[in-house]
C-alpha cells in the first residue's frame, strides 16, 4: 500500500541533511528517505524493520526499489545506501531514479551477476561498486559513464571489462 498516511516520521536530523527522514513499508521492508516539498525522495537505507541510523545488512536476496514512496517519487539513491548489503543477490532500480550516490552498492559482495542501470540515471557517484567482486557486467540502458572515472573506483577488472551500452533505439 503506497498511500501517504504509511509514511511515518522515523527521525529528525542532526546533521547536514535539512530534511525530516521518512519510513515507508513496501513489500516487507522499511525504506528510509527524505522528501522535498515537490515530492522528489531520496532512498538513504532499507531495514526489515523499524527505522535504523545505518544500513540494516541483513536484507537480502532481490532488492526491488520502489518506484514511489507515499506520494513521493523515488529518484535519487543516496550516498552508502545499500553499502555493506551483503547478502543482497540482485537489485532492480526503476525507472526515474536520476541519481545514484557515492559507495551506494559498495561491498554488496553478494550482489552477481549483472545490474541494470535504466536509461533515466543521468548521474552516479565515485566507488558505487567498490568490493562487488561478484558482479560481473553493468549493463546501462542509457549513457555509460567511462571506464577510467572514479565510478568504478576499487571494482574488479572484470567488472570494467563488462560494462555494457545497451541501445534501445
Given amino acids: 500500500d503506497l498511500s501517504p498516511t504509511n509514511d ?3 527521525a529528525s536530523s542532526t546533521n547536514s541533511m535539512p530534511a525530516t527522514i521518512y519510513s515507508h513499508e513496501v513489500d ?3 525504506w528510509h528517505y527524505t522528501a522535498t516539498s515537490n515530492g522528489v525522495a ?3 537505507n532499507v531495514s526489515g524493520g523499524a527505522y535504523v541510523a545505518a544500513v ?3 536484507v537480502k536476496g532481490t532488492l526491488t526499489i520502489p518506484s514511489r514512496l507515499g506520494t513521493n517519487v523515488v529518484e535519487k539513491i543516496g550516498e552508502r ?3 555493506g548489503c551483503s547478502s543482497v543477490t540482485n537489485i532492480v532500480i526503476p525507472f526515474g531514479v536520476t541519481s545514484i550516490g557515492n559507495c551506494a552498492f559498495a561491498g554488496c559482495t553478494g550482489l552477481t551477476p549483472s545490474i541494470t542501470i535504466p536509461e533515466s540515471v543521468e548521474e552516479m557517484g565515485a566507488y558505487v561498486f567498490t568490493n562487488c567482486p561478484n558482479l560481473k557486467i553493468v549493463r546501462y540502458l542509457g549513457n555509460c ?3 577510467d ?3 568504478y573506483a576499487g571494482a574488479p577488472a572484470s567488472l570494467i571489462s563488462g560494462v555494457l551500452r545497451v541501445r534501445t533505439d
Fill in 81 to 83: 545506501a545499500f553499502a
Fill in 28 to 30: 516487507g521492508l522499511v
Fill in 56 to 58: 540494516d545488512t541483513s
Fill in 149 to 151: 572515472e572514479a565510478l
Fill in 8 to 10: 511515518v516520521p522515523a
Fill in 42 to 44: 531520496t532512498i538513504h
Fill in 145 to 147: 559513464p567511462d571506464a
